[in-house]
């Protein structure tokens, strides 16, 4: 599976981005779907992550009520609505598809690139 994320950028503390991870390759809707983010200086931490019929999600504690995952197998896409940005959400943010329905990092098979998120004050 190849993962591609896009729609980052540069947006005011209070806006709004959404993100989107296309996947090629194997059956997208056999993974669990999850994104991640590491700030400069930072380690990796896990943000949102879907199982693979989308029943079930689950999220940080920091994004919990301005996060929405989504995901649409039938165009191998899961998306990342992000809402009342703050600074601290600065971060390259990657999505990940794995077996297992897990907040660790470590289970996930395969990695996007990553698309960079930049909230201004």
């Known amino acids: 599976v190849q993962l591609q994320a896009s729609g980052g950028g540069l947006v005011q503390a209070g806006g709004s981005l959404r993100l989107s991870c296309a996947a090629s390759?194997?059956?997208?809707?056999?993974?669990?779907m999850g994104w991640f983010r590491q700030a400069p200086g930072k380690e990796r931490e896990f943000v949102s992550l879907m199982t693979r019929s989308g029943s079930t999600t689950n999220y940080a504690d920091s994004v919990k009520g301005r996060f929405t995952i989504s995901r649409d197998n039938a165009k191998n896409t899961v998306y990342l609505q992000m809402n009342s940005l703050k600074p601290e959400d600065t971060a390259i943010y990657y999505c990940?598809?794995?077996?297992?329905?897990?907040?660790?990092?470590?289970?996930?098979?395969?990695w996007g690139r990553g698309t960079q998120v930049t909230v201004s004050s």
């Open positions: 990940a598809a794995g077996s297992y329905y897990s907040i660790q990092g470590s289970t996930y098979t395969y």
């Open positions: 390759g194997r059956a997208f809707s056999s993974y669990a």
